[in-house]
């Protein structure tokens, strides 16, 4: 079974504070994308990546960054990290874009004060 | 505006009830899937429908898909307290990309 993990589970910065959160697969998929899920509401792109080494801005790139230096790993950035960015990220794996189904992590619960 | 959106912010039934849930979006897709959100998780697709089909069945869930309408709608019979999540509609444009509704929360009590 595909297997995504992210961490950390649970996470509270500061305003102004420098965030990562990382996303480890196991299925070697091309494809891995960052969503966030605000409460009541559905997923939203971020960042998405094709491979190693590649990323893609999704629909709301503003104030994240993201990197891929594996195959494996995908991470994502939020440099100066704001109170309108507490939400739960959710970290997911795809075959390719045609398979279109993707495998999701737990997510990580973020509050930034 | 939301290019896919389920039409019920939240369903109850009880169980052994049948239920149904509906999206309706508004772009040319290439597939749509549905998948169901447990609380504390990430979701998992429960079904994917191409544009080119009119249903699809896995075990109780069947999907059905409306082009002309832009509408889908997802069934699930003989429902279990199990069956209590979050469903949501996706669409998938000619990008790969993936526009995920707000979900519609379902309740099956005993």
């Known amino acids: 079974e595909a297997a995504v993990t992210q961490s950390p589970r649970n996470k509270v910065a500061v305003t102004g504070g420098k965030v990562t959160l990382s996303c480890n697969q196991t299925?070697?998929?091309?494809?891995m994308y960052w969503y966030r899920q605000d409460t009541g509401h559905g997923l939203r792109l971020i960042h998405y990546s094709y491979g190693a080494g590649s990323t893609e801005k999704g629909d709301i790139p503003d104030g994240y960054k993201a990197s891929r230096p594996s195959q494996e790993n995908f991470s994502l950035i939020l440099e100066l990290a704001t109170p309108s960015q507490t939400s739960v990220y959710f970290c997911?794996?795809?075959?390719?874009?045609?398979?279109?189904?993707?495998?999701f992590g737990p997510g990580t619960r973020l509050t930034v004060l | 505006s939301q290019l896919a959106e389920e039409n019920s912010w939240a369903l109850s039934v009880h169980e052994g009830e049948s239920v149904t849930v509906n999206c309706s979006y508004k772009t040319s897709i290439t597939a749509l899937q549905w998948y169901r959100q447990k609380s504390g998780k990430g979701p998992a697709q429960l079904i994917l429908?191409?544009?080119?089909?009119r249903e699809k069945r896995n075990g109780r869930l069947r999907a059905t898909l409306d082009t002309s309408s832009q509408s889908s709608s997802l069934s699930i019979t003989a429902t279990r307290c199990e069956d209590t999540a979050v469903y949501f509609c996706?669409?998938?444009?000619?990008?790969?990309?993936?526009?995920f509704g707000d979900g519609t929360v379902l309740t099956v009590k005993p």
């Open positions: 997911a794996s795809g075959v390719d874009w045609s398979s279109y189904e993707q495998y």
């Open positions: 299925n070697n998929h091309n494809n």
């Open positions: 996706a669409t998938a444009t000619n990008t790969g990309k993936l526009t």
């Open positions: 429908i191409r544009s080119n089909e």
